[in-house]
C-alpha cells in the first residue's frame, strides 16, 4: 500500500514546509523508495497564474504547463525529477470539480456538503495522483496555517485518511516556530498552542519539525515532547541556515528518516546523500566570488525569483564559486539612470528579470542599453529578453519609438507583439504558451556552444514574442536569432561576431534546473563570469 506523509504549519506561514517536505521526499528516496510530493493551496484559485508575485511568490511552470505554486519547484530540486500540474492542488480545483458533479447530476439528488463530498474530492485527488505515479510514498504538503478557515476540508481529508488507510499508512509532520526572544531565549510556547490547535482538529503528530534562529536545547525538546504528545526522539530541530540544501543533511543527522521508516512499517536502508553532501560542500566552500545585477520589478520580494536564484546557486557550487546578488528595483533606474554607473563599477554581469506590464520597463530598456554598449554580460529572461529586442531596435537599429505592445499598443514599430494564437483568448488564466517546448538551436552560436545540441527543451511562460517582421532588420543590424520555435518564433538571441556574454531566452532555463543537474544557461553564464575574475 501506498504511505502517506501529511505535512502541517503552525504559528505563522513561510516557516519553510516546502523545503521540509522536499526534504522528507528526498531522504525516503534516497532510501530506495519510489516517493512523488504534492503540494495542497487552500485558495479559491484555480492555479498560481493570474496571482501577483507580490501576493503569491513565484509562479512555477511544469514541464506538462501547469502554473503552479512553488514550492512544486522546491519538490524538483530535492527529488531531481519532474512534477505535473496535478501535484498541486488548490481549493478552486476542488470545488469546480464538485460543482461541475452537482450540475451533471452525478450526486443524485443529494444535499452536497463540504462533508463528505468536498473532503471525499481531496481524498480521491490524493489517491489518483499516487495511484498514477505508482509511488511508495507520497509526501502531501497543506499550505497556510493550522486554524486557517480555507484549510480545514483538508485538514479533514488527512485525519479521515489515517482512519481508513491505517496506522501504519499515514504519518503527520507538523512544522511550528519557536521564537527567539531579544534576550536570547527560545519560546516553545508557540509550538505547544500550534499542536494543541492541530489536536482539536482530531490531528496528533507524529514529529514536530522545530524553526527557529538557533538549535532547540535538550530543555526546549523535552517541553515540546512533553505538551506536543510525541516522543522525545521525534523533535527534530531545524535552525535558520542559508543554504536550505543543509535541511535534509541536518534532519536525517537527527534520526529523522529511520523514526519515519519505522513508524511506517518499512525496512530501514541508509541513504545515499553522497552526491548530494557533496554538492552542499561545493557550495559552502567557493574558491572565487562574483557580483551579479539582478535587474526587476520584484526585487523587494525576493520569492517573485526563486528558480533563478536556485539555478544560480547550482551552477555556482559546480563552479566553486560564491555568487553576491545585487538588487536593483528597474523602477529606480527610471528615476535617476545616473545609478547605473556605479551599479555596472560594482557587478561582473546583469540579469535582466522577467515580468509582465509597463512598470519598470524603460528602467530595464535603459540597464541593457548601458551594460550592452560596455560590454557587460548580459543574460535576459523571457520579458527581460523581449526588452533587449526593444532596446536594440531603438538603439542600434534606428526605430525610434520600438516597443512592445504589452507596454504601448500604438507604437509605430511593435518589435514585441502578441502571439498570432493568443490574439482571440478571451480567459486569462491557464492561456499562455506554457510548457516545455522544443527549440531549434543554430549550429555555431553561442546558444550552440552552451547547449552543444541543435535541438532542446525549455519551459516558457508568455503571452507576447518577437515580431518575425522586424527579425531581418534586427539581424542586419549584428543580432543573430540563434534559437527558433518550431513555428519559427525567435527563442533566444545574442549578439553577432561578439565576445561580450549577451543572451536573451524567451524560455526560463531555470525551471528545469537542478542541484546535481545545473541549467546550462545558467552555468555557462557563470563559467563566463568567473573566469573573468
Known amino acids: 500500500m501506498t504511505k502517506y506523509i501529511f505535512i502541517t504549519g503552525g504559528v505563522l506561514s513561510g516557516l ?41 511568490g513565484e509562479v512555477f511552470v511544469t514541464e506538462d504547463g501547469g502554473e503552479t505554486d512553488m514550492d512544486i519547484g522546491h519538490y524538483e530540486r530535492f527529488l531531481g525529477y519532474n512534477l505535473s500540474k496535478k501535484n498541486n492542488i488548490t481549493s478552486g480545483q476542488i470545488y469546480l470539480s464538485v460543482i461541475s458533479k452537482e450540475r451533471r447530476g452525478d450526486y443524485l439528488g443529494q444535499c452536497v456538503q463540504v462533508i463528505p463530498h468536498v473532503v471525499n474530492e481531496i481524498k480521491n485527488r490524493i489517491k489518483e495522483i499516487t495511484k498514477e505515479y505508482n509511488v511508495d510514498i507520497a509526501v502531501i504538503e497543506i499550505g497556510g496555517t493550522v486554524g486557517d478557515i480555507e484549510g480545514l476540508p483538508f485538514l479533514e481529508a488527512a485525519r479521515q485518511m489515517r482512519f481508513e488507510e491505517g496506522d501504519k499508512n499515514v504519518f503527520y509532520i507538523h512544522v511550528a516556530l519557536a521564537p527567539v526572544l531579544p534576550s536570547g531565549e527560545l519560546k516553545t510556547k508557540p509550538v505547544q498552542h500550534s499542536v494543541q490547535e492541530l489536536r ?74 553522497s552526491s548530494w553532501a557533496e554538492f552542499v560542500n561545493r557550495l559552502d566552500n567557493p574558491v572565487k566570488s562574483i557580483k551579479v545585477g539582478m535587474i526587476g520589478k520584484y526585487t523587494k520580494i525576493r520569492d517573485s525569483y526563486v528558480s533563478i536564484i536556485e539555478a544560480l546557486r547550482h551552477a555556482a557550487a559546480w563552479n566553486r564559486v560564491k555568487v553576491e546578488l545585487i538588487w536593483v528595483e528597474a523602477t529606480d533606474i527610471e528615476n535617476n539612470s545616473e545609478m547605473l554607473k556605479s551599479i555596472g563599477d560594482e557587478i561582473d554581469g546583469a540579469i535582466i528579470l522577467p515580468g509582465f506590464g509597463v512598470r519598470g520597463a524603460e528602467g530595464k530598456i535603459t540597464a541593457i542599453q548601458y551594460f550592452r554598449e560596455r560590454e557587460k554580460p548580459v543574460l535576459g529572461i523571457c520579458f527581460g529578453m523581449q526588452l533587449m529586442i526593444v532596446e536594440f531596435a531603438r538603439n542600434a537599429v534606428g526605430l525610434h519609438g520600438a516597443n512592445s505592445t504589452e507596454i504601448d499598443p500604438n507604437t509605430p514599430h511593435p518589435v514585441i507583439d502578441l502571439l498570432p494564437e493568443q490574439r482571440d483568448i478571451k480567459e486569462i488564466g491557464g492561456t499562455l504558451r506554457l510548457g516545455a517546448l522544443k527549440i531549434l538551436i543554430k549550429p555555431g552560436t553561442l546558444a550552440w556552444r552552451i547547449y552543444s545540441s541543435t535541438e532542446v527543451y525549455e519551459r516558457h511562460r508568455h503571452r507576447y514574442g518577437v515580431n518575425q517582421k522586424y527579425i531581418d532588420m534586427l539581424e542586419e543590424a549584428g543580432m543573430q536569432i540563434s534559437g527558433f520555435s518550431e513555428e519559427g518564433f525567435a527563442e533566444i538571441v545574442e549578439l553577432k561576431n561578439s565576445k561580450q556574454f549577451y543572451l536573451g531566452t524567451q524560455a526560463h532555463p531555470e525551471f528545469k534546473s537542478k542541484p546535481l543537474s545545473p541549467s546550462p544557461i545558467y552555468m555557462y553564464f557563470i563559467q563566463h563570469l568567473a573566469s573573468k575574475i
Open 200 to 273: 482539536r482538529i482530531g490531528i496528533i503528530p507524529d514529529a514536530i519539525i522545530v524553526r527557529s534562529s538557533k538549535w532547540l536545547d535538550s530543555e526546549a525538546r523535552y517541553k515540546i515532547s512533553l505538551y506536543g504528545n510525541v516522543p522525545l526522539q521525534a523533535v527534530y530541530s531545524n535552525p535558520d541556515m542559508p543554504n536550505p540544501y543543509k535541511v535534509p543533511l541536518v534532519l536525517h543527522e537527527q534520526g529523522f528518516t529511520k523514526y519515519i521508516v519505522g513508524k511506517l512499517g518499512l525496512d530501514y536502508r541508509e541513504p545515499d546523500l
Open 16 to 56: 519553510g514546509k516546502g523545503i521540509v517536505a522536499a526534504s522528507t521526499g528526498m531522504l525516503l528516496l534516497r532510501s530506495g523508495y519510489s516517493v512523488t510530493a504534492i503540494k495542497i493551496d487552500p485558495y479559491l484559485n484555480v492555479d498560481a497564474g493570474t496571482m501577483s508575485p507580490y501576493a503569491h
